[in-house]
């Protein structure tokens, strides 16, 4: 049994590791506002903060609304513009020192109650109480026993980063002034449709790569070569198409890595550990870019392209195509990793991320349906005890705290794809872990190929319905994360029934179930690495 290439161990490694990590699709933001509102019982609402520095608009600050108080409008014009003064004492659980009459009084969480803090703040004078929180995240503020309150001024919370803003401002001797309101959000916003269509696109175009690239053909692009040459030619193209077969065993040890990687990352998360994912998703976007971009460029019968080489320390022999693309993949990541901030920085992302997916699936792949159904089982285990079980165990959905980034210093963690909002409000992102890609595009990617070495056609097949099963799955996703008010989901609950159980039905229904589930281990079809 041949070992993989160096480098096609190196990107495989790299997708692999990017699999233990948290898997979820979500909204980066709270919940959205619901129903009709009373008090004691208000929907906690998202809200805007419009901010103004000594009359200069700064970015807006997001919070959320206290199941008490007063209703903020919808509509920014129907707010007013406040000034901004901290309460005295900042906790506010005593009647303030400084005057808060008809301003937005600021305080911090902490002390004693949030019913007392709203009243206190009421008694003072102010129009409208903003807490901030104690860490990263929009705190939900309950009434608690109480439901005889008479708080008939806005009480919301914001971020611990969003305070500090405030603080910066204020601490400067600036004049703050606030306008709160709380937009409503449109049910379906038009990024969901395009992140839906780049996941999809990314599991088909993986699954079809070896046709659109004609690699599996390319013996016409060595035969310009000396016959002396061609044996050698013949042998690297051999070593090039090396795979590395998913095993059982690897798909149990994955759930034991993943599961010990996930709480060091709740446990141990800091800027700095953000900082050796966002270097690890360059290296791997890098080397799935050059792969893709050389694929695509030897599959348009460019002539040549492979003859002229270089011999370069550390790298070895290596041809100019390859070099001018490796130069242009490192240029592209570095500028990526440093304008990852920016507005359009999503872009860079989505495209490394996209390219390294590409590569993992076409390197690592599941050898019958007896893998796929124990590492997609025990993925979908894995993601529903992350997020619907761990808060039982931690008091907090591990994976979605750590897909939040609660403790990362204000860093995101880069290995999913995200799409800004386009018609909500609130604006930020639509998310997919690449987990929610890769797990379901190696059941897929097997589909294809099983297909192809039967020659079934596309009705008789199984690549159209497993393709039209992630579609449906995904789609099921969005939904629930509707119906959830936008708490992340394990987005493998609905993908693996939607996939593996769309197959596991297909192939009983048509008496091809004994073949999917033994498929390739007969010796006639040796193994070219394993897992």
Same mark, same amino acid.
């Given at each position: 049994?041949?070992?993989?290439?160096?480098?096609?161990?190196?990107?495989?490694?790299?997708?692999?590791?990017?699999?233990?990590?948290?898997?979820?699709?979500?909204?980066?933001?709270?919940?959205?506002?619901?129903?009709?509102?009373?008090?004691?019982?208000?929907?906690?609402?998202? @809200?805007?903060?419009?901010?103004?520095?000594?009359?200069?608009?700064?970015?807006?600050?997001?919070?959320?609304?206290?199941?008490?108080?007063?209703?903020?409008?919808?509509?920014?014009?129907?707010?007013?513009?406040?000034?901004?003064?901290?309460?005295?004492?900042?906790?506010?659980?005593?009647?303030?020192?400084?005057?808060?009459?008809?301003?937005?009084?600021?305080?911090?969480?902490?002390?004693?109650?949030?019913?007392?803090?709203?009243?206190?703040?009421?008694?003072?004078?102010?129009?409208?109480?903003?807490?901030?929180?104690?860490?990263?995240?929009?705190?939900?503020?309950?009434?608690?026993?109480?439901?005889?309150?008479?708080?008939?001024?806005?009480?919301?919370?914001?971020?611990?980063?969003?305070?500090?803003?405030?603080?910066?401002?204020?601490?400067?001797?600036?004049?703050?002034?606030?306008?709160?309101?709380?937009?409503?959000?449109?049910?379906?916003?038009?990024?969901?449709?395009?992140?839906?269509?780049?996941?999809?696109?990314?599991?088909?175009?993986?699954?079809?790569?070896?046709?659109?690239?004609?690699?599996?053909?390319?013996?016409?692009?060595?035969?310009?070569?000396?016959?002396?040459?061609?044996?050698?030619?013949?042998?690297?193209?051999?070593?090039?198409?090396?795979?590395?077969?998913?095993?059982?065993?690897?798909?149990?040890?994955?759930?034991?890595?993943?599961?010990?990687?996930?709480?060091?990352?709740?446990?141990?998360?800091?800027?700095?550990?953000?900082?050796?994912?966002?270097?690890?998703?360059?290296?791997?976007?890098?080397?799935?870019?050059?792969?893709?971009?050389?694929?695509?460029?030897?599959?348009?019968?460019?002539?040549?392209?492979?003859?002229?080489?270089?011999?370069?320390?550390?790298?070895?022999?290596?041809?100019?195509?390859?070099?001018?693309?490796?130069?242009?993949?490192? @240029?592209?990541?570095?500028?990526?990793?440093?304008?990852?901030?920016?507005?359009?920085?999503?872009?860079?992302?989505?495209?490394?991320?996209?390219?390294?997916?590409?590569?993992?699936?076409?390197?690592?792949?599941?050898?019958?349906?007896?893998?796929?159904?124990?590492?997609?089982?025990?993925?979908?285990?894995?993601?529903?005890?992350?997020?619907?079980?761990?808060?039982?165990?931690?008091?907090?959905?591990?994976?979605?705290? @750590?897909?939040?980034?609660?403790?990362?210093?204000?860093?995101?963690?880069?290995?999913?794809?995200?799409?800004?909002?386009?018609?909500?409000?609130?604006?930020?992102?639509?998310?997919?872990?690449?987990?929610?890609?890769?797990?379901?595009?190696?059941?897929?990617?097997?589909?294809?190929?099983?297909?192809?070495?039967?020659?079934?056609?596309?009705?008789?097949?199984?690549?159209?319905?497993?393709?039209?099963?992630?579609?449906?799955?995904?789609?099921?996703?969005?939904?629930?994360?509707?119906?959830?008010?936008?708490?992340?989901?394990?987005?493998?609950?609905?993908?693996?029934?939607?996939?593996?159980?769309?197959?596991?039905?297909?192939?009983?229904?048509?008496?091809?179930?004994?073949?999917?589930?033994?498929?390739?281990?007969?010796?006639?079809?040796?193994?070219?690495?394993?897992?």
């Amino acid at each position: 049994m041949a070992d993989p290439s160096a480098y096609q161990l190196s990107i495989v490694l790299v997708g692999i590791f990017f699999l233990v990590l948290p898997s979820i699709t979500a909204a980066d933001d709270a919940s959205a506002p619901t129903g009709e509102i009373a008090n004691c019982t208000n929907d906690f609402r998202l @809200v805007k903060i419009n901010r103004w520095v000594d009359g200069v608009e700064k970015e807006p600050i997001g919070g959320l609304t206290a199941d008490f108080g007063a209703i903020l409008p919808a509509l920014a014009k129907q707010g007013n513009r406040l000034p901004a003064t901290f309460s005295e004492p900042l906790d506010s659980c005593s009647l303030s020192t400084s005057k808060l009459s008809g301003s937005i009084a600021i305080a911090v969480r902490g002390e004693c109650i949030f019913t007392a803090k709203a009243q206190i703040a009421q008694a003072g004078g102010a129009a409208a109480l903003v807490m901030i929180n104690d860490d990263e995240g929009l705190l939900q503020m309950g009434c608690g026993n109480e439901t005889n309150l008479n708080i008939t001024i806005p009480v919301i919370t914001i971020s611990k980063s969003g305070g500090e803003e405030l603080k910066k401002s204020m601490d400067g001797g600036a004049k703050v002034e606030l306008l709160l309101y709380a937009p409503n959000r449109p049910i379906l916003d038009y990024s969901v449709i395009f992140l839906w269509m780049m996941a999809v696109g990314t599991v088909v175009t993986a699954s079809l790569w070896s046709e659109i690239t004609g690699s599996e053909n390319s013996d016409e692009r060595y035969n310009e070569l000396s016959p002396k040459e061609s044996d050698a030619a013949a042998a690297k193209q051999e070593e090039d198409k090396e795979i590395l077969h998913i095993n059982t065993k690897s798909a149990v040890v994955f759930v034991i890595t993943a599961s010990t990687f996930l709480l060091l990352l709740y446990f141990f998360m800091s800027s700095w550990f953000v900082w050796v994912l966002i270097v690890l998703f360059c290296i791997g976007g890098i080397e799935g870019m050059h792969n893709c971009i050389v694929s695509l460029v030897m599959s348009s019968k460019c002539k040549g392209c492979q003859k002229k080489t270089v011999n370069l320390p550390l790298l070895g022999e290596m041809t100019i195509l390859s070099l001018v693309v490796l130069i242009c993949c490192v @240029v592209f990541a570095v500028v990526w990793a440093a304008n990852r901030k920016a507005s359009y920085s999503w872009i860079g992302q989505d495209v490394l991320g996209i390219c390294m997916m590409l590569t993992v699936l076409q390197l690592a792949q599941l050898p019958n349906i007896k893998v796929a159904t124990v590492l997609l089982c025990c993925a979908f285990l894995y993601d529903i005890f992350w997020v619907f079980l761990s808060p039982y165990i931690f008091h907090d959905s591990v994976m979605i705290a @750590v897909a939040r980034g609660d403790k990362s210093g204000g860093e995101s963690i880069p290995m999913l794809l995200r799409v800004p909002r386009i018609a909500d409000p609130y604006e930020g992102y639509n998310m997919i872990g690449f987990g929610d890609i890769l797990f379901p595009g190696l059941l897929v990617s097997f589909s294809f190929r099983f297909d192809k070495a039967n020659k079934k056609r596309i009705l008789n097949g199984y690549f159209l319905f497993l393709t039209i099963g992630y579609g449906l799955g995904l789609a099921f996703t969005y939904l629930g994360l509707y119906l959830m008010d936008g708490h992340g989901q394990p987005a493998l609950l609905y993908l693996v029934p939607c996939t593996l159980g769309t197959c596991v039905v297909l192939g009983w229904i048509r008496g091809e179930l004994k073949q999917l589930w033994s498929y390739g281990t007969s010796s006639e079809t040796p193994a070219s690495g394993e897992a």
